[in-house]
């Protein structure tokens, strides 16, 4: 009798601890909709995500991933059998945010249409770009800070910058000054995140820039160990294995180029006290700053680029406070030695591979990528932008961005690294 009690009272508390965990899953994800149509991701290769053993496939995860997983796959299917509204094509209209002159100037907007015709043999491209991030992240002779940690090595803050779709099982890892502003009016489209008037928007340029980077706006890893504890890397990892994943990446010179001219040649009041006064005084020898930027500028006072990348190559910065987002190398924003992305993309060809990427993800009939923010700093400009940095420091440059310019296959910069 006291045993058929006990068997009784183990089967209730199972239960409520499975209600609880149910609930406490469902707080953030319950009313998204898992659309897992990621038909073109390949089979990931055992051990493609560290933290789980080579060899363990996803039939043999821990009791807990095993329980999300399956989790998440009754979701899938109970969405799948509620009637949808049949997909619209949307309509892009001549809505675009409003610029200034100079903005546009220094930003390098380009609204022009231009032709979507795929021109180069995508699949073969990405088949490359895989190939040569998996050599070097495997190649013993390519050494950087934090290549050999696993995925369970990378702290959660390091995390912030994949973005989550769950709707159509996407992740994103975005890095600034890579077309980063529209690929996120991209995610908060296709998520449904943000509501205009109660409706959600449909078409990417009709979202505010200060929307954009509100990051309330968006469902992202670290939101996930503030809500989920303990079975946070759970969810990641499971997430990390069945949703497509994808990132940007561009030239790193022209990428630091880009954010010099868009954080220092414009009125910024937050890069202005937090980073160009620091740099006037310690490389400039400057004194009695002016308190904004708008006096600063009326004063003729700017950072040069020289000053930048002193401040780059100071061994006291990132003893202060790691890189700004807008300057971090891209293997740390991303960590793609730790992550296997399906999809790597480049702003030098980033008409051709957005449109390859939507039709992939099987939402180009929900929406077009922007008309294309073609940033003007262009390739053909470093020279000039660093005719005045010695030769020295570009040296040291490189090595401080070489893991970026190698993993994504970017020829190094020999006319900028020799007498």
């Not at 061994?315 to 891209?330: A, D, G, L, S, Y």
Request: glycine share 4%; aromatic share 12%; proline share 5%.
């Amino acid at each position: 009798m006291t045993k058929a009690r006990l068997l009784r009272l183990s089967v209730v508390l199972v239960s409520v601890f499975m209600i609880l965990l149910i609930i406490v899953y469902w707080d953030n994800v319950g009313t998204a909709h898992f659309y897992l149509h990621t038909s073109f991701s390949r089979p990931h290769s055992s051990g493609a995500i560290p933290g789980i053993t080579a060899g363990e496939g996803w039939e043999t995860l821990p009791d807990v991933d095993e329980f999300l997983a399956k989790l998440l796959s009754s979701s899938l299917k109970q969405n799948s059998s509620v009637p949808r509204k049949p997909e619209q094509l949307l309509v892009q209209g001549s809505s675009r945010p409003v610029v200034s002159n100079l903005e546009e100037n220094v930003r390098g907007y380009d609204w022009s249409v231009h032709n979507d015709k795929n021109s180069l043999d995508q699949e073969k491209l990405q088949v490359e770009r895989q190939r040569t991030l998996r050599e070097f992240c495997a190649n013993s002779s390519l050494a950087f800070p934090t290549k050999e940690r696993s995925f369970d090595d990378i702290p959660n803050y390091e995390l912030n910058h994949l973005i989550v779709d769950d709707r159509h099982g996407i992740i994103y890892c975005y890095v600034p000054k890579v077309a980063c502003t529209n690929w996120k009016r991209v995610m908060i489209v296709l998520s449904e995140s943000l509501l205009d008037q109660g409706v959600p928007y449909r078409n990417p340029l009709d979202i505010p820039r200060e929307h954009v980077h509100n990051t309330s706006t968006h469902l992202t890893f670290n939101k996930f160990w503030r809500r989920y504890g303990k079975f946070s890397r759970h969810l990641m990892k499971i997430k990390l294995k069945k949703y497509t994943k994808f990132l940007f990446v561009r030239d790193p010179f022209v990428r630091l180029i880009s954010a010099f001219r868009s954080k220092f040649e414009l009125e910024n009041e937050e890069f202005y006290q937090r980073f160009a006064i620091p740099m006037l005084k310690l490389y400039s020898n400057r004194t009695n700053l002016p308190t904004s930027v708008r006096e600063a500028f009326e004063a003729g006072l700017r950072v040069s680029f020289s000053d930048f990348i002193q401040y780059l190559l100071d061994p006291r910065t990132e003893k202060m406070v790691p890189f700004n987002e807008h300057w971090r190398q891209i293997y740390r924003l991303c960590h793609p030695c730790q992550i296997d992305y399906d999809f790597i993309g480049k702003l030098e060809t980033l008409d051709e591979d957005a449109a390859y990427l939507l039709q992939l993800l099987k939402v180009d009939r929900l929406l077009h990528f922007p008309p294309s923010y073609r940033n003007r700093t262009a390739s053909s400009w470093e020279d000039n932008w660093f005719a005045k940095i010695p030769l020295a420091w570009r040296q040291q440059l490189y090595k401080l961005y070489e893991a970026d310019f190698v993993l994504f296959g970017y020829p190094k910069p020999e006319n900028l690294l020799k007498d």
